[in-house]
């Protein structure tokens, strides 16, 4: 019999949250076991959407880890207390999958490695692009030698704003008010689109560039009338072999997941011996060589158990030791966290400046 992997979701600032516990809910070998936020509000969702009992809902996370014991804590707070929550979460000895960003700074990140050093249990980011099929059919054509070595990424990513669809891409209507009561604007939070959707094209970029990391990062940013984060980011990254770029907004056109906007979501990777575009959700990439250079279409793979979600890949991970897929090690997510980190400083003031960490 397959051990029953007990989860917990707790912080519930993300909307993402709620698509976590669904992912849960439908593994076989898995169950919500208990969910808790400060604000009760947010949970009467979620308990009413996976058939939770009242006992299983908390206000307090202490009385939640206690009560329910968790083998897995998914964690969705607001980018600048991922380093709090982990800090919280460590001690009670569970494995943790935080939600996107890695955290709010290089600091935060190597405090959230090393707070969970002493329990040796599991701490994984988990990047939504990373279950799209067009990413994962891209990375096995890379390994497969189809372009040569990696040398750059271009990367375009963002949707209409945050606060225009919920879990499950749920469409809404955000009002100023939204915007004034969310953590998403609020700069003392981690908030902004360089913070919150960067880190998609520098770790997945790091990826699909086998680990390498930068020499140095040229961040630029735009500045909305009234509002205090940026809403509109590029940063070109400098590698010993040549640039890279990515760059996130909110406010394109229309989100990618129903129409790509243009200019299109996603990616072009350019290698010694050819190039792959991989745009999000879409059912082909297209590839050229050396030997085609006028290019062709490939299908996307079909994605499978365990690599549909990352309930199920990190449950897949803890029960066989498979190795996790690489955006959600900590060595790959570490290095697409240095970048943003050099971006947003460079960003600020205004110039070039070498890696963050480095």
């Known amino acids: 019999m397959s051990k029953k992997w007990r989860v917990a979701g707790i912080n519930f600032d993300h909307f993402h949250m709620g698509d976590l516990l669904r992912q849960t809910s439908q593994h076989a070998n898995a169950e919500i076991v208990g969910i808790s936020d400060e604000q009760p509000e947010r949970l009467v969702d979620a308990a009413r959407n996976f058939g939770l009992t009242q006992e299983q809902v908390f206000t307090d996370y202490r009385a939640c880890m206690e009560q329910t014991k968790p083998d897995i804590v998914i964690l969705c707070p607001a980018a600048s207390k991922h380093g709090e929550w982990v800090e919280k979460i460590a001690p009670y000895g569970t ?38 099929a067009g990413q994962q ?166 994605v499978k158990a365990p690599n549909r979600n990352p309930v199920e890949h990190v449950i897949h991970h803890l029960e066989t030791g498979a190795p996790l897929i690489g955006p959600l090690r900590l060595d790959i997510s570490r290095v697409g966290q240095q970048i943003v980190d050099t971006a947003f400083q460079s960003a600020k003031e205004k110039r070039t400046l070498r890696l963050v960490g480095a």
């Open 95 to 132: 494995h943790i999958i935080m939600e996107k960003p890695f955290a709010g700074s290089l600091a935060e990140a190597d405090a959230m490695i090393a707070a969970m050093q002493p329990n040796g249990k599991l701490l994984t980011v988990n990047w939504p692009l990373v279950w799209d």
């Open 137 to 302: 059919t891209a990375h096995r054509l890379i390994q497969e030698g189809m372009i040569g070595e990696v040398r750059e990424f271009h990367h375009h990513g963002g949707n209409r704003g945050p606060l225009y669809h919920g879990a499950d891409k749920i469409e809404k209507e955000p009002s100023a008010a939204d915007k004034a009561a969310s953590w998403f604007y609020s700069a003392k939070q981690g908030g902004g689109s360089l913070l919150d959707y960067m880190g998609y094209g520098t770790t997945l970029g790091t990826w699909h560039l086998g680990g390498k990391s930068p020499l140095e990062v040229t961040g630029v940013w735009d500045e909305p009338a009234g509002l205090e984060v940026d809403e509109h980011a590029v940063a070109v990254i400098r590698y010993s072999f040549g640039l890279s770029k990515s760059e996130t907004r909110w406010g394109t056109f229309t989100d990618p997941w129903t129409f790509q906007p243009q200019p299109k979501c996603g990616f072009v990777l350019k290698g010694t011996d050819g190039t792959i575009s991989c745009y999000d959700y879409e059912k082909t990439i297209r590839v050229q060589t050396r030997a085609r250079p006028e290019g062709f279409e490939v299908p996307v793979d079909e």
